[in-house]
């Protein structure tokens, strides 16, 4: 080797990652923006705290006004009641992260931007775990929004599910959560939506005139936007139909680090990311559900290899 070769030769140290083009910050813009356009429940809540959230820590507490009386004029003096606002926090509590390694060899064979192909199916990782927290925050619907019970499900079909759906719609109506132009949205998952699709009265996305519906929404039902999403799952045979207003929940959530580091023990880059989130049910009455019957939930088997009553297992 030169002496001209030795000075302009990059050592393995000069060389770095992989990715030394990297830049955590353009990341982290690129994972944001594509949650912001993804993720089915982003559609449906509300981020009102979120800079309070970014400004001021993991917490931020929220002020709700007390409703106020109105009283008629009469001859007596005027009787003044005393305002008690609700006080509530907003916690960011759910902390994730991704950790992959990516081999110097896979990207050197790669024929793609093997990078931004792992950065979509991160984003893919957050969306599930992001919407099926949301999706869980059914358990926050009152009594009286409830169409269906654990214990009489709902048992959904093609003729059944417009009459449903607007029983849904009239819990959310009957509770003010509809006044002025609060647009109310229904989550399905694509079982549900195979019988939607089947009903008359659905008006599918195409048709809807020139009213704006949500990004992603399928279509109108019963005056409510229809989004779909894979992540409404069964639990114990039951589904949990979540309709409401972006009135009812508010979110905040921080990618709070994505960075990349050469793995001292293999030729591989290691890439991580912190992702950090909370939300809060502030408006209870402006969220509504339905318990539906899983069609394909599958009922325990009675034992029949238990004894019958009074034998033993000699048969006596």
Known sequence: ??????????TTTEQGNSYSAFIPEIWSKKLNTLLEKNCVMLQCVNRNYEGDIQNQGDKVRIITPADVTISTVGNESLSYSELEPTSMELTIDQKKYFAFKINDVAQAQANQDIMTAHLSN????????QDSFLLGM?????????VGSEEEAIELDKSTIYAKFVELAMKLKNANALTGNKKPWVII???????LLQ?????????VADETIREGAIGRIAGMDVLVSTNLTSTSGLFYVLAGTNDAITFASQLARIESLRDKDSFSDLVRGLYLYGAKTVQPKALAKMVVQDPFATTEEPNTNENPEGTTSDGE
């Open 1 to 10: 080797m030169t002496e001209n070769q030795s000075a302009t030769t990059p």
């Open 122 to 129: 991160a984003r893919r990782a957050i969306e599930e775990v």
């Open 138 to 146: 059914h358990s926050d619907v009152g009594e009286e929004n409830i």
């Open 189 to 195: 998952n694509p079982t549900i939506e195979s019988y």
């Open 199 to 207: 009903s008359t009265e659905f008006i599918g996305a195409h048709n």
